[in-house]
């Protein structure tokens, strides 16, 4: 089993519709869940970052962490075209060996 | 937005020939990273380093090394090119802190022919 499951897609939406974005984990050890955004030929974009479980705003992106379901997801409300491109979760334990444990990603398209 | 910066952004090279990626940040980062990335698969950690005279193999074993002989600057060398190391090439920064997320920079997309 992978440590970090992210379904692929690809998600095509109508513009405005509301995007909700899925990873989850296995290693109870991670404690740091980043959403990173990459269009396409760009690096990833850091987009949201959470410590511990609970929720987290920013503008029209929500992220939400439960770590009793080991599960983590990030909305995304109205969406735009210019939210097209692929998603990716990424999670940490932290402390001093801090590496990255990334999902594969979501293709996302958004319809105008 | 993160000041990292990979150059070449594109590159077609033959087999065989010697490969150096650059990569440079400006934001004072002491740890940085080298991943793969290749369509539709996750990112790769391939080298890390935290500090100067620091580097490290990551998960993914590649036959390529690195240097940090300044802080801002972590090249990636091949020796000699082959088709198998075809990919794209992801550098990355972060501070020292724990919990610090990582920055990208833009990647170079490498084709050995």
């Known amino acids: ?33 980043m959403w990173y955004r990459q269009y396409s030929r760009k690096g990833p974009e850091l987009l949201m970052y959470t410590y511990s ?18 599960y983590i997801s990030l909305f995304i409300r109205d969406s735009q075209p210019s939210d097209s491109a692929t998603y990716l979760c990424a999670m940490a334990s932290g402390g001093s060996n801090y590496k990255l444990t990334f999902g594969k990603g979501t293709l996302l398209t958004v319809n105008p | 937005e993160a000041d990292i910066y990979q150059t070449p952004r594109y590159l077609v090279i033959g087999t065989g020939k010697k490969i150096t990626l650059e990569c440079s940040q400006t934001m004072g980062h002491d740890k940085m990273y ?5 369509p539709g698969m996750e990112l790769h950690l391939i080298h890390y380093s935290y500090g100067v005279n620091s580097t490290e193999k990551g998960d993914l074993s590649s036959e390529s090394t690195v240097s940090r002989i300044r802080t801002e600057h972590f090249p990636l060398t091949l020796e000699s090119a082959r088709p198998s ?23 170079t997309r490498l084709s050995i022919l």
């Open chain 1, 53 to 70: 479980s609970g929720n987290k705003e920013d503008g029209r992106f929500t992220a939400q962490v439960d770590k009793s379901s080991k």
């Open chain 2, 85 to 107: 190391h075809t990919s794209q090439y992801l550098c990355a920064s972060s501070g020292l802190d724990g919990g610090e997320p990582q920055h990208f920079g833009d990647g």
């Open chain 1, 1 to 33: 089993q992978k440590e970090v499951e992210q379904d692929p897609g690809p998600l095509s939406v109508p513009e405005g519709a509301i995007v909700s974005l899925n990873c989850t984990y296995s290693n109870s050890a991670f404690q740091y869940f």
């Open chain 2, 34 to 38: 080298w991943y793969q990335q290749d």
